[in-house]
């Protein structure tokens, strides 16, 4: 099974600031990549998938890159309604089975 | 615009069978998306897939789950369903429904979903 594993595990930071925000699988997951915001008490909205497509609505400060095991998602400049949790998923080749990484959070400092 | 609602008992009992229903409306259930899928949320922790059902019956689940999962779907109530029998403490979570309609052939990422249920196993 693929893992994957979310650093940090939190982020402290400021409005207009960058957030650099890491996946990794275990194995290669081509580009069956996502990331997903979500907020407390609320449903996880999906931010981009297939590593790199930001999904309709998305703001354009929201970019994700990577490749193979390695995955980024990058916040140019936090607004305030961008602290929140955030999760990547991922789905394997064949059974095409879907795993998430334990989050990360990123709040203000 | 398609719409997600999750129902289903709040409480269920250690041993018994979990059963939730997931409501599309906006739109047709075979035509909203390429997919469905259940997943699930325990208090204060991350989120596990549970499982996904295409249009056709064909489904793929959470191998820790398989032996106690099924899910079905009813294209004439709109509706995706979740059976999970034998249910511990550890089923304790929000279930969300969610469905992927990023392309065709899909992107397999989750862009709709439902605000979730919680259910409690006590």
């Known amino acids: 099974d693929i893992v994957l594993t979310q650093s940090p595990a939190s982020l402290s930071l400021s409005p207009g600031d960058r957030a650099t925000l890491s996946c990794r699988a275990s194995?290669?997951?081509?580009?069956?990549l996502a990331w997903y915001q979500q907020k407390a008490g609320q449903a996880p909205r999906l931010l981009v998938y297939d590593v790199s497509k930001r999904a309709p609505g998305i703001p354009a400060r929201f970019s994700g890159s990577g490749s193979g095991t390695d995955f980024t998602l990058t916040i140019s400049s936090l607004e305030p309604e961008d602290f929140a949790v955030y999760f990547c998923?991922?789905?394997?080749?064949?059974?095409?089975?879907?795993?998430f990484g334990p989050g990360t959070k990123v709040d203000i400092k | 615009q398609v719409q997600l609602q999750e129902s289903g008992p709040g409480l269920v009992r250690p041993s018994e069978t979990l059963s939730l229903t997931c409501n599309v409306s906006g739109g047709s259930i075979s035509r909203s998306a390429f997919y469905w899928a259940w997943i699930r949320q325990p208090p204060g922790k991350g989120l596990e897939w549970i499982g996904k059902i295409y249009e056709s019956g064909t489904t793929f689940y959470n191998p820790s789950l398989k032996s106690r999962l099924t899910m079905s779907l009813d294209t004439s109530k709109n509706q995706v369903s979740l059976k999970l029998t034998s249910v511990t403490a550890a089923d304790t979570a929000v279930y969300y429904c969610?469905?992927?309609?990023?392309?065709?052939?899909?992107?397999?990422?989750?862009?709709?979903w439902g605000q979730g249920t919680m259910v409690t196993v006590s």
């Open positions: 969610a469905g992927d309609s990023t392309g065709h052939p899909p992107f397999d990422a989750f862009d709709m």
């Open positions: 998923q991922q789905r394997g080749d064949w059974p095409p089975l879907f795993t």
């Open positions: 194995q290669s997951v081509r580009t069956y």
